[in-house]
Structures are given as structure tokens and as C-alpha cells.
């Protein structure tokens, strides 16, 4: 059975920076990835803010790195079934049956998007114009056409925010922090691809609160006259022309409103994707349904879990913008290697030695 | 879909309630379902001649007091119990949604509920137990459409042209839209009326406007004052369905029927059009008055005379017989008085 100082579970950006950090301090490392390919949620990204960093790349140089290293990469595999072992360390086997031993446990199982079709007042699909952020990028990549007819020059585009955020329909009371931004962002993207386009954003309220998401946002009001309506979107038809018939109210003028529109982008929310195992599922903070998991100390200890040797990194904590997972996953890494550094300190064999 | 359990429906063994404003709207209706359940369905149906309004239309316009209402329930409940039933069969959607707004409440509030059945003793010297289930009767037809389906003796398709009819519905707003997971498919795509439509051979179709509200309102028709919100309501429904040129509108709430049946003709007089192509208006059943009509009845023994929009261009599309002679006639056979043609609606 392979030994690892460290088994990383889930090679997103923040699994795969502890992984190159644990690795520079001469630890033994592997990451367990359930994907074909390392890189996780930033795969599904055309471009990142502040900068306009090509995902793909960002996941393409951590890769290289990685691969250039003695770290080892098992892809294509999920964790089965995890347990502690005698002398403090876990034993972790994966759904192919292979099995390793290691001292520590990095959990980077990351995040996943609310599922929009349990909104089904939105019409996510069961109206083709209607996707959310993951058709939109492949859009973005020309990886699908948009769906209105290709004549239409002015399409007149809604970007709904917190759709399964801060909802208590759907169990989710967390703000997913990263929305009102992205949808920003999609407005002048789209307002760029289509020049003449009208496009409305429907928020609750914008919390833009990173440097220079304020100044984004003012730059799609005044350079792209991208518009902003305090009002949700309360229902979604479609007309005889394939058309969306959207009803919304605009809570500051107090009035409902009316209309059509060619796409409606649905700014989905973000989960947790939980403990990658049954016997760990207790881990699951049950005052957060949407599974995200909560570290021994959210200020003084957020990398570490309850579990002695069990450390969590990047989102899936809670929602993190890609330079919070990358410094998250260092942080892990930090927290780890002090970790073993202690036991290595300890007596090997301790529950023996006391029996 | 978010809602993917539907709600069980009892098979059998109801207690029937009727409604109100179906008996005098559309008065051929329930008896034509009774007949349905009894005969074609061989199902155990029970009624008691002493049950009253649920008080829904009062209710909902500020007339009876929420007090008087759940006292009525009650006693509702306790003739249920006396026919040695446990499952409501319910005619108006309103009453549906009511018999459910009022159990929700009494599990809130259960010294509401105390004190309802203190008001019952006190009054009638009756008790009650809460039924097991509440079902719509549009939700009784849906669990029997293949067996309604099997029975009939037309389809909702053009004779002339063998293609499925284009039916619109229009869901009562109390049957869901209070409970989601009381009604057949949840609140926003309901299937209890779509799932009857192509059970019968028409095709369900989907239009921007369909879980808008009827126009009825309550309160809105019921004062003369706010009528035009009413039928303004109405107007946007069926300026959202003509562009697909609907064949026919099915509602499973009598007062949904009624008005988009009635205002028709309204609309017409003062737009002097109509909504569809012919200028014959939209005809509009209701889901007992289709599987009556599937199933081979007389339509004037179905009451069809009495709906505001004529039905004979629906009929004729079909292929379904009847007698023009005898639309006018009563039961003895005896001609009644001709009402006066529309100057729009044909």
C-alpha cells in the first residue's frame, strides 16, 4: 500500500496550490481528482476578474507545475471509503479499489452551482433562451450558439441574480459573493459581443466588494448603459416567437413590470460539495444546508477540521474568489505541514504504546 | 421540475361537496361528473343533502369572518364523517384551496382549531375528524383519463383534418398556487388539466400568460366598481392564447370558466372583436363538461346551452352530433325562450 504525507482530495485551484506548496517543503503529496482533468470548477470559466486571466490557462499552469513535480495525480477517482488508522493517519481507498495510507488529509472537494431547474418559475430547462453561467461561458468559448436567431442584432437581454442564493425557498440564507460581480462582468461581455444589445440586471442588492468590482460596475452603467432593476424576476414564459415573456417587479418604483427578452441569464449560487465520504458526512455543518464545511475555528483555525490531521482548503469552506482559493490552499498546506511536524516529534505508534 | 412527487389521490370512497357558483354557472356539470364517477368509474360517491357553501366567495371578499368560516368547515367535516367517509371529493377549486387554508391554519394555530370545535358543540352538538385526503375532482378525472380515455367515443381531434385539437387550460389559482404540492405538478406547471387534454387526444398547449389569474378576483367582480380590473385580466389571458389559435380553453375552477366563458362576450361588445379567427369566440368547458363530452353525452344534457361562447364550432370540429332544434328545449321536451343573438360574437 502507497504511503502519502498528505492525500489532497479534490484538484481545484486551491487543492492543486497546497499540493505544489506541501511539495516544496519536501512532503509527500497525491491528489485524488473525481475529473478527467486537474483544475475542478475553473474549468468551466472563460476569464477571471480582476485582470481578465484565461481560466483555462491558470488551470493549465498549475497543472504543468504539478506534473513537473514528483506529486502524484490520480485522476478519474473518488474516495470511497476513508478510516484512521492505528498510528493517527487515515487509510483512504478510491472507487477503482486502490488504496492508500497517508499522515494528513487535505479536503478541497470545492464547490457546485444551484441546481436553477428547482426554481421552475425561471424556466432553466424548460425554455431553451433561459441558461445559467455554465451555458453562458461555453457560449463565451463558441462551444454553443446562443440560443435567439443570429439575425437578431439588438437582443435585449435579463441577468437575474441570486438565483438560490439568499433563498429561503430553497434553503440556501448564505450570500454566494461572487455573483454580482460575474454578472457584471457578463453584461459588458455580452454588451461587447452585441453592441446594440439592452441588458438589465434584476438584483436584490449589489454587493461588489472586492478592489475594483465598484469601478466595474460603474463602467457598465456609464460606458455600456448596462441597466440595474432592484426587483426579482417572478415568472418566465415563452411567447409564440420562442421569445421570453418575463414578469419582474421594480421595488423602487414600486411598480410590477413586463416584458420580452432573447436570453435570461440565471446567476446561479454556489454549494458545498460536502465530505467526499459517508463516514465523514457528520462533518457536514447541519446549520448549513448547502453543504458547505465548517473548519474547528472559523477566525483562528479556518483550515482546520474538527479531525485532528483533516485540514480544509478553498471553496469548499464557503464561496472564494480564485485568488482566496489559491492563498487558501497555501494556507492548508502551512497548516499541514505544521501538523505533521508536531507528530513527527511524537512518538510513532502512540495508541499502542498506550494500550 | 422542482415539485417531481405528486400528491396520492384516493381511488375511491369520497364525500362529494359541490360548489356554489358551478351549480348555477354551469348547471349540467356536476351532475354530468356524478354520473361519471358512478357510472364509468363504478366508484363509491356519497353526498349529503344538509352540506352548505364552504363560504369561500365570502370569505375571500371580507363578508364572513374567518371564525364563521371554520365552523362551516367543521361541520363540513363532521357530515363527511357521518357518510363514513374519510376522503373530501371537492367541486370549486376555491373550496379546495379553502378546506386546505383552513387545515394548514388549524396546525398552526391548534387553539384555533379547539376553539372551532367548541363553536361546532356549541351550535350543533357535532364533532369532526380532519379528512385523510382532499382531492379536486379534476384530480379524480387525471387519475382515471386512460380509463375515461378508453370509454370515449370522441377525441379531441379535427375530424376534418385527423390532427389533435390545440387546447389552452387555465388552472384555477386556488388549486396550487397556495399549496404547491396539492396540485398535480406542483403551481407552475400544473398537469392536472394538460395531462386530461392529451389523454384525450388534444395537444397541451403551453402560453405566456397561462397561470395568470382568470380575472375573477373575488372581490374585483363581486363590486361592480373594480369590474373593469376584472375583465381587464380576462383580456390579457386571452390576447396571450389567440396567437396559437386555441380550438378550446379548459378551467377546472367554475369561476375561471365562467369568466373567460362570459367576459367573451363582453370583450366583444366593446372592442367589437373577438378572439379567434371566425369571430365564433373561444369556446370554454370545463373538465367534467369535456370527458361528458368525450364520452359521448348529449351536450345539452351536459348544460352547454347555458356557456356564453357557443360550443357548436367545437362540436362540429370533433364530428360530435347534436340537435340544434333541441338546444333551447327543457327536460319535458318544452321550447324555453331563445336568448338574443350577439352583435359580435357569433
Given at each position: 500500500?502507497?504511503?502519502?504525507?498528505?492525500?489532497?482530495?479534490?484538484?481545484?485551484?486551491?487543492?492543486?496550490?497546497?499540493?505544489?506548496?506541501?511539495?516544496?517543503?519536501?512532503?509527500?503529496?497525491?491528489?485524488?481528482e473525481?475529473?478527467?482533468?486537474?483544475?475542478?470548477?475553473?474549468?468551466?470559466?472563460?476569464?477571471?476578474?480582476?485582470?481578465?486571466?484565461k481560466?483555462?490557462?491558470?488551470a493549465?499552469d498549475l497543472?504543468?507545475?504539478?506534473?513537473?513535480?514528483?506529486?502524484?495525480v490520480?485522476?478519474?477517482?473518488?474516495?470511497?471509503?476513508?478510516?484512521?488508522?492505528?498510528?493517527?493517519?487515515?487509510?483512504?481507498?478510491?472507487?477503482?479499489?486502490?488504496?492508500?495510507?497517508?499522515?494528513?488529509?487535505?479536503?478541497?472537494?470545492?464547490?457546485?452551482?444551484?441546481?436553477?431547474?428547482?426554481?421552475?418559475?425561471?424556466?432553466?430547462?424548460?425554455?431553451?433562451?433561459?441558461?445559467?453561467?455554465?451555458?453562458?461561458?461555453?457560449?463565451?468559448?463558441?462551444?454553443?450558439?446562443?440560443?435567439?436567431k443570429?439575425?437578431?442584432?439588438q437582443?435585449?437581454?435579463?441577468?437575474?441574480?441570486?438565483?438560490?442564493?439568499?433563498?429561503?425557498?430553497?434553503?440556501?440564507?448564505?450570500?454566494?459573493k461572487?455573483?454580482?460581480?460575474?454578472?457584471?462582468?457578463?453584461?459588458?461581455?455580452?454588451?461587447?459581443?452585441?453592441?446594440?444589445?439592452?441588458?438589465?440586471?434584476?438584483?436584490?442588492?449589489?454587493?461588489?466588494?472586492?478592489?475594483?468590482?465598484?469601478?466595474?460596475?460603474?463602467?457598465?452603467?456609464?460606458?455600456?448603459?448596462?441597466?440595474?432593476?432592484?426587483?426579482?424576476?417572478?415568472?418566465?414564459?415563452?411567447?409564440?416567437?420562442?421569445?421570453?415573456?418575463?414578469?419582474?417587479?421594480?421595488?423602487?418604483?414600486?411598480?410590477?413590470?413586463?416584458?420580452?427578452?432573447?436570453?435570461?441569464?440565471?446567476?446561479?449560487?454556489i454549494?458545498?460539495?460536502?465530505?467526499?465520504?459517508?463516514?465523514?458526512?457528520?462533518?457536514?455543518?447541519?446549520a448549513f444546508?448547502?453543504?458547505f464545511?465548517?473548519?474547528?475555528?472559523?477566525?483562528?483555525?479556518?483550515?482546520?477540521?474538527?479531525?485532528?490531521?483533516?485540514?480544509?482548503?478553498?471553496?469548499?469552506?464557503?464561496?472564494?474568489?480564485?485568488?482566496?482559493?489559491?492563498?487558501?490552499g497555501n494556507?492548508?498546506?502551512?497548516?499541514?505541514?505544521?501538523?505533521?511536524?508536531?507528530?513527527?516529534?511524537k512518538?510513532?505508534?502512540?495508541?499502542?504504546?498506550?494500550? | 421540475?422542482?415539485?417531481?412527487?405528486?400528491?396520492?389521490?384516493?381511488?375511491?370512497?369520497?364525500?362529494f361537496?359541490?360548489?356554489?357558483?358551478?351549480?348555477?354557472?354551469?348547471?349540467?356539470?356536476?351532475?354530468?361528473?356524478?354520473?361519471?364517477?358512478?357510472s364509468?368509474?363504478?366508484?363509491?360517491?356519497?353526498?349529503?343533502?344538509?352540506?352548505?357553501?364552504?363560504?369561500?366567495?365570502?370569505?375571500?371578499?371580507?363578508?364572513?369572518?374567518?371564525?364563521?368560516?371554520?365552523?362551516?368547515?367543521?361541520?363540513?367535516?363532521?357530515?363527511?364523517?357521518?357518510?363514513?367517509?374519510?376522503?373530501?371529493?371537492?367541486?370549486?377549486?376555491?373550496?379546495?384551496?379553502?378546506?386546505?387554508?383552513?387545515?394548514?391554519?388549524?396546525?398552526?394555530?391548534?387553539?384555533l382549531?379547539?376553539?372551532?370545535?367548541?363553536?361546532?358543540?356549541?351550535?350543533?352538538?357535532?364533532?369532526?375528524?380532519?379528512?385523510t385526503?382532499?382531492?379536486?375532482?379534476?384530480?379524480?378525472?387525471?387519475l382515471?383519463?386512460?380509463e375515461?380515455?378508453?370509454?370515449?367515443?370522441?377525441?379531441?381531434?379535427?375530424?376534418?383534418?385527423?390532427?389533435p385539437?390545440?387546447?389552452?387550460?387555465?388552472?384555477?389559482?386556488?388549486?396550487?398556487?397556495?399549496?404547491?404540492?396539492?396540485?398535480?405538478?406542483?403551481?407552475?406547471?400544473?398537469?392536472?388539466?394538460?395531462?386530461?387534454?392529451?389523454?384525450?387526444?388534444?395537444?397541451?398547449?403551453?402560453?405566456?400568460?397561462?397561470?395568470?389569474?382568470?380575472?375573477?378576483?373575488?372581490?374585483?367582480?363581486?363590486?361592480?366598481?373594480?369590474?373593469?380590473?376584472?375583465?381587464?385580466?380576462?383580456?390579457?389571458?386571452?390576447?396571450?392564447?389567440a396567437?396559437?389559435?386555441?380550438?378550446?380553453?379548459?378551467?377546472?375552477c367554475?369561476?375561471?370558466?365562467?369568466?373567460?366563458?362570459?367576459?367573451?362576450?363582453?370583450?366583444?361588445?366593446?372592442?367589437?372583436?373577438?378572439?379567434?379567427?371566425?369571430?365564433?369566440?373561444?369556446?370554454?368547458?370545463?373538465?367534467?363538461?369535456?370527458?361528458?363530452?368525450?364520452?359521448g353525452?348529449?351536450?345539452?344534457?351536459i348544460?352547454?346551452?347555458?356557456?356564453?361562447?357557443?360550443?357548436?364550432?367545437?362540436?362540429n370540429?370533433?364530428g360530435?352530433?347534436?340537435?340544434?332544434?333541441?338546444?333551447?328545449?327543457l327536460?319535458?321536451?318544452?321550447?324555453?325562450?331563445?336568448?338574443?343573438?350577439?352583435?359580435?360574437?357569433?
Amino acid at each position: 500500500m502507497k504511503t502519502f504525507d498528505t492525500i489532497i482530495i479534490g484538484g481545484g485551484i486551491s487543492g492543486m496550490t497546497s499540493a505544489l506548496a506541501l511539495t516544496s517543503l519536501n512532503k509527500k503529496v497525491c491528489i485524488i481528482e473525481k475529473e478527467v482533468n486537474l483544475g475542478g470548477n475553473i474549468n468551466n470559466w472563460s476569464s477571471l476578474f480582476p485582470g481578465e486571466i484565461k481560466a483555462n490557462q491558470l488551470a493549465l499552469d498549475l497543472t504543468n507545475k504539478i506534473l513537473n513535480t514528483d506529486i502524484k495525480v490520480i485522476t478519474s477517482q473518488e474516495v470511497l471509503e476513508t478510516a484512521q488508522t492505528d498510528n493517527n493517519g487515515f487509510f483512504i481507498k478510491t472507487t477503482t479499489g486502490a488504496c492508500f495510507e497517508c499522515q494528513t488529509v487535505i479536503v478541497s472537494t470545492g464547490y457546485k452551482l444551484f441546481d436553477a431547474s428547482k426554481k421552475e418559475e425561471l424556466g432553466y430547462t424548460i425554455y431553451k433562451p433561459v441558461i445559467t453561467p455554465i451555458e453562458l461561458e461555453q457560449m463565451f468559448k463558441k462551444s454553443i450558439s446562443y440560443p435567439f436567431k443570429e439575425k437578431t442584432q439588438q437582443p435585449n437581454i435579463a441577468i437575474l441574480h441570486c438565483v438560490g442564493s439568499r433563498d429561503v425557498q430553497s434553503s440556501n440564507l448564505h450570500c454566494s459573493k461572487l455573483c454580482c460581480m460575474l454578472a457584471v462582468k457578463y453584461a459588458i461581455k455580452l454588451k461587447k459581443e452585441f453592441p446594440e444589445a439592452k441588458i438589465t440586471n434584476f438584483y436584490i442588492d449589489l454587493r461588489l466588494f472586492g478592489i475594483g468590482y465598484e469601478a466595474l460596475y460603474q463602467e457598465a452603467q456609464k460606458e455600456h448603459q448596462v441597466s440595474f432593476i432592484r426587483g426579482r424576476i417572478s415568472e418566465v414564459a415563452l411567447n409564440s416567437d420562442e421569445t421570453l415573456r418575463i414578469k419582474a417587479e421594480d421595488t423602487l418604483l414600486g411598480l410590477p413590470l413586463k416584458g420580452n427578452f432573447d436570453l435570461l441569464v440565471l446567476m446561479t449560487g454556489i454549494e458545498g460539495n460536502g465530505f467526499p465520504t459517508t463516514q465523514l458526512k457528520q462533518a457536514i455543518n447541519d446549520a448549513f444546508p448547502s453543504k458547505f464545511l465548517a473548519s474547528k475555528n472559523p477566525i483562528t483555525e479556518d483550515n482546520n477540521y474538527s479531525t485532528p490531521g483533516v485540514f480544509l482548503a478553498g471553496s469548499c469552506k464557503g464561496q472564494m474568489t480564485a485568488s482566496e482559493a489559491i492563498s487558501d490552499g497555501n494556507s492548508a498546506a502551512l497548516q499541514t505541514f505544521y501538523y505533521l511536524k508536531q507528530q513527527s516529534l511524537k512518538p510513532i505508534n502512540l495508541h499502542l504504546n498506550e494500550a | 421540475m422542482a415539485i417531481t412527487k405528486q400528491k396520492e389521490i384516493a381511488k375511491d370512497n369520497y364525500f362529494f361537496v359541490r360548489s356554489c357558483i358551478r351549480q348555477t354557472f354551469f348547471p349540467g356539470a356536476e351532475q354530468a361528473l356524478i354520473n361519471i364517477l358512478k357510472s364509468n368509474l363504478k366508484l363509491n360517491i356519497l353526498e349529503d343533502v344538509n352540506h352548505t357553501s364552504c363560504t369561500g366567495i365570502g370569505f375571500h371578499t371580507d363578508i364572513v369572518p374567518l371564525e364563521t368560516t371554520m365552523a362551516v368547515i367543521a361541520r363540513q367535516f363532521s357530515l363527511m364523517n357521518q357518510s363514513g367517509c374519510s376522503n373530501l371529493l371537492v367541486s370549486c377549486v376555491t373550496s379546495f384551496g379553502l378546506y386546505h387554508e383552513i387545515i394548514d391554519l388549524w396546525h398552526h394555530h391548534p387553539e384555533l382549531e379547539a376553539k372551532t370545535r367548541e363553536v361546532l358543540w356549541t351550535a350543533t352538538r357535532r364533532e369532526f375528524t380532519i379528512p385523510t385526503s382532499i382531492a379536486h375532482t379534476s384530480d379524480l378525472l387525471y387519475l382515471y383519463r386512460n380509463e375515461l380515455a378508453l370509454q370515449s367515443l370522441y377525441q379531441l381531434v379535427s375530424i376534418k383534418t385527423g390532427k389533435p385539437l390545440k387546447v389552452v387550460d387555465h388552472i384555477g389559482c386556488h388549486y396550487a398556487k397556495i399549496f404547491p404540492k396539492q396540485g398535480l405538478g406542483g403551481s407552475e406547471f400544473p398537469v392536472v388539466l394538460s395531462g386530461l387534454i392529451t389523454s384525450m387526444g388534444g395537444e397541451s398547449i403551453d402560453y405566456p400568460e397561462r397561470r395568470h389569474c382568470c380575472g375573477f378576483g373575488f372581490r374585483h367582480y363581486v363590486l361592480k366598481e373594480s369590474r373593469g380590473y376584472s375583465m381587464t385580466n380576462t383580456k390579457i389571458k386571452l390576447e396571450s392564447m389567440a396567437p396559437y389559435n386555441p380550438d378550446l380553453i379548459i378551467a377546472n375552477c367554475p369561476g375561471c370558466a365562467m369568466f373567460l366563458d362570459r367576459w367573451q362576450y363582453t370583450l366583444s361588445e366593446i372592442e367589437g372583436k373577438t378572439y379567434d379567427k371566425q369571430g365564433l369566440g373561444i369556446p370554454v368547458l370545463t373538465h367534467e363538461e369535456l370527458a361528458a363530452l368525450m364520452l359521448g353525452i348529449n351536450p345539452w344534457d351536459i348544460g352547454l346551452q347555458m356557456h356564453q361562447v357557443p360550443v357548436e364550432s367545437l362540436l362540429n370540429k370533433i364530428g360530435i352530433s347534436y340537435s340544434p332544434v333541441n338546444k333551447y328545449k327543457l327536460t319535458d321536451s318544452k321550447p324555453t325562450t331563445i336568448p338574443k343573438k350577439a352583435s359580435i360574437l357569433q
